[in-house]
């Protein structure tokens, strides 16, 4: 079983943790030094000792949920963030303070992308050839303060392949309301379809055909970052009664993936349901929580 130091002053390279009748104690870098009980989870550590930096460690210091005591409750809390519960709800169903969730959150939504960036790195060896992407609109704070979330998923499989939040300006009714109540607006769509379509260059095959609605801003992005791609614009639909209205009333729904992931968010995300009062105070926060929904949503929901 292969140890290493923590300590990134120590030059030694790994050594290998072998049997006493192999090679002398002498001899070893890393050895046992005795072992602790985790109360939490009912569980005794090994502990080890580096001869070279004089330093202790134990077998969890290397593990991603190092120093968390409630490490237990990370399956639950990362499952509740993707089924539509609040923060709040989370933290008196398990009975912790609400900034354990906090953390918590914080901490998934980093290790999330994280795994995001690998997962799309295997998909550049096997490029995709059905793309879907669209806007899905939500809010910061009140409704006078619009975000929008560009979604990209894989056609055949509804995986989400990417997704960026961006400030846009009220329109309609609430133009002028915006305007009067909170200043102009800087509309921030262009950059968050510009930094997508960057991303999709290493997962899209030359040749590949993408879909979406007939917005007449998409075509220049994909000039720019997708070379030699197919681009469908279809005509926009009314929305259906079931789905949270991301669902169209057409009897053949040619961006069914697409509005059928948005229907999933909207359900799965407290933050986008239609009537809520547990809404977006930072797009942060958004980001995050979208993170966290990306991985249980490719890993455990899609999976058959």
């Not at 870098?29 to 550590?45: A, E, P, Q, T, W």
């Not at 879907?132 to 056609?155: G, I």
């Not at 995300?269 to 929580?289: A, M, Q, S, V, Y």
Request: hydrophobic share 35%; net charge positive.
């Amino acid at each position: 079983m292969r140890r290493r130091c923590p300590n990134p002053n120590c030059h030694r390279e790994p050594s290998l943790l072998v049997s006493r009748t192999l090679e002398s104690p002498r001899s070893r870098l890393i050895v046992r030094k005795g072992s602790f009980y985790r109360s939490r989870d009912r569980r005794f550590i090994t502990k080890y000792f580096c001869k070279n930096c004089r330093r202790h460690f134990s077998a969890s210091t290397h593990s991603p949920d190092y120093r968390q005591k409630k490490r237990d409750l990370n399956p639950v809390v990362a499952q509740l963030f993707s089924s539509g519960m609040s923060q709040r709800r989370m933290a008196i169903l398990l009975d912790v303070n609400p900034k354990t969730i906090v953390r918590k959150f914080r901490i998934m939504a980093a290790r999330a992308r994280a795994e995001h960036e690998v997962r799309l790195n295997q998909l550049a060896k096997a490029p995709l050839s059905e793309v879907q992407f669209d806007d899905l609109e939500t809010f910061e704070h009140t409704k006078c303060k619009p975000l929008s979330v560009t979604l990209a998923v894989n056609k055949k499989t509804r995986e989400i392949l990417g997704f960026q939040v961006s400030r846009m300006p009220a329109n309609g009714r609430l133009a002028e309301i915006s305007r009067r109540k909170y200043g102009h607006r800087k509309d921030e769509r262009q950059k968050g379809w510009d930094l997508l379509f960057r991303a999709l260059r290493l997962v899209v095959r030359s040749g590949a055909c993408l879909e979406s609605d007939q917005n007449p801003h998409y075509p220049k992005f994909i000039r720019r970052h997708l070379k030699n791609v197919c681009h469908i614009a279809h005509p926009g639909a009314r929305g259906a009664i079931t789905g949270q209205g991301e669902l169209k009333k057409l009897v053949f729904d040619p961006l069914f993936a697409l509005n059928h992931t948005c229907a999933m968010l909207r359900a799965n995300l407290n933050r986008l349901f239609r009537r809520t009062w547990c809404t977006t105070k930072k797009p942060e926060g958004l980001i995050d929580h979208l993170s966290i929904y990306l991985r249980y949503h490719n890993t455990v929901l899609i999976r058959p």
